[in-house]
């Protein structure tokens, strides 16, 4: 008889961190769990004395500190990778496909249970900023892929949270599993109505127009660029001030860049700031963006848009998903767009409005509690139906099939 609650293991090395992937994991696992199924979460421990769903427990794997700013957890408990100590799991989501990812793959293979693994970034995006030398070559050689294809064809199913990162790991030969896209979804938290006037007050705003780029603070980020455009938005709009939010890599060349600039009147790096704080932000920018070129969504998108900030991005992997071109926002294919789509939002306060109408509207349809629910109907169809056909070794198109006609029936997930 199948299990009426079920015992779920979300294996991510980024649980507490600070970043979009951390943010997702964790959020998605306290909705889960507040569906009334048990989560256990396998990742590094941070005491941050944060409540948490009774349905959710956390297994430290232990781990060690290697980056402050954000801080970095690294983990590798190769003393647990095999043998497993919690044979109650039915079922597990793996979130990275390094270190605890593969601790969650060997424990599954020999418990016996299906695995589900969400595809957030992919590893060749961050090795070389992370990992100068070994990440550069690791990346020239397409060692990273070739290993991300290895670990990932071990699962029955794959999420990933857009349509055009289906797309990436199909251009880079994901052909061996069945792959869905279901957003990350968002909390209730950023769609709660807040005053951002002690915003203006605490960063001198007054009456500007402000452009906000929440970000982890990193070269993919493009944060510099962004720099540079706004000195030229700012020329024809001086009335304006951009906020960085946020940490990072980056932080102090991109601080560099702002004095060599001379915007310092102009551009605000916040720093570290908490979620409510940022929540105002949101509420009080104008516009917000994101300019790189692959993100798995672009969560701070959707967080603005919930507020009703429309946004301005780059036209590519993750982000052309997220904003509805013309609607929401704009999508641009380079620094000059950029500037001008900033610009035309700027100056036109009835377009500013009716996007903002529209985001809001958009970003309702990515609430996590409605996310939640969806995964748990994937778990129990990758229990019940998907995992047979593989643990039989049936075709894999038969497998495909199934998981087509699944998500027929379940709108929101896309096949």
């Not at 290993?147 to 990933?160: A, G, M, P, T, Y």
Request: aromatic share 12%.
């Amino acid at each position: 008889m199948p299990k009426n609650i079920l015992d779920i293991g979300f294996f991510s090395m980024m649980y507490s961190q600070i970043s979009g992937i951390a943010k997702a994991v964790k959020c998605l696992a306290e909705a889960v769990a507040k569906t009334g199924h048990r989560v256990h979460i396998f990742s590094p421990k941070i005491q941050n004395g944060e409540p948490k769903p009774k349905n959710l427990f956390i297994h430290d794997v232990g781990g060690i500190r290697v980056g402050t700013n954000p801080e970095i957890i690294f983990s590798l408990p190769i003393h647990n990778y095999f043998f497993p100590e919690h044979e109650f799991l039915d079922i597990s989501h793996i979130m990275t496909p390094i270190t605890i990812g593969v601790m969650g793959l060997i424990w599954s293979k020999y418990l016996g249970i299906p695995m589900v693994g969400t595809h957030h970034s992919p590893l060749a995006y961050y090795s070389d900023t992370y990992i100068p030398i070994a990440g550069k070559i690791m990346k020239k050689t397409g060692f990273l892929w070739a290993w991300e294809r290895h670990i990932w064809q071990k699962f029955d199913l794959i999420s990933v949270p857009t349509p055009s990162k289906k797309k990436l790991l199909l251009e880079h030969r994901f052909f061996k599993n069945p792959i869905i896209s279901l957003t990350n979804g968002i909390d209730d938290f950023y769609f709660q109505k807040v005053d951002g006037s002690d915003i203006r007050e605490k960063y001198n705003l007054g009456d500007k127009k402000v452009l906000v780029y929440a970000c982890r603070q990193s070269p993919e980020k493009n944060v510099e660029k962004v720099v540079k455009a706004f000195k030229r938005i700012h020329k024809k709009i001086p009335d304006s001030h951009l906020l960085i939010v946020g940490t990072g890599p980056s932080v102090q060349s991109v601080k560099r860049r702002i004095y060599w600039y001379k915007l310092q009147e102009h551009v605000t790096q916040t720093g570290y700031i908490s979620d409510l704080e940022l929540l105002k932000i949101y509420k009080t920018a104008d516009v917000s963006c994101l300019y790189s070129w692959i993100e798995a969504e672009g969560l701070v998108l959707l967080e603005s848009m919930a507020q009703g900030t429309p946004s301005v991005g780059a036209n590519g992997c993750g982000i052309k998903d997220v904003i509805r071109h013309k609607k929401t926002g704009f999508l641009v294919n380079n620094l000059k767009e950029f500037e001008n789509k900033i610009i035309q939002l700027f100056t036109d306060d009835d377009l500013r409005a009716e996007f903002g109408k529209n985001c809001k509207k958009y970003a309702n349809m990515h609430r996590i509690n409605e996310v939640a629910k969806k995964w748990v109907e994937i778990y129990k169809f990758t229990i019940n139906e998907l995992y047979p056909l593989r643990y039989y070794k049936r075709p894999k198109e038969e497998r495909f099939q199934k998981v087509f006609e699944f998500t027929q029936k379940i709108p929101g997930i896309l096949f």
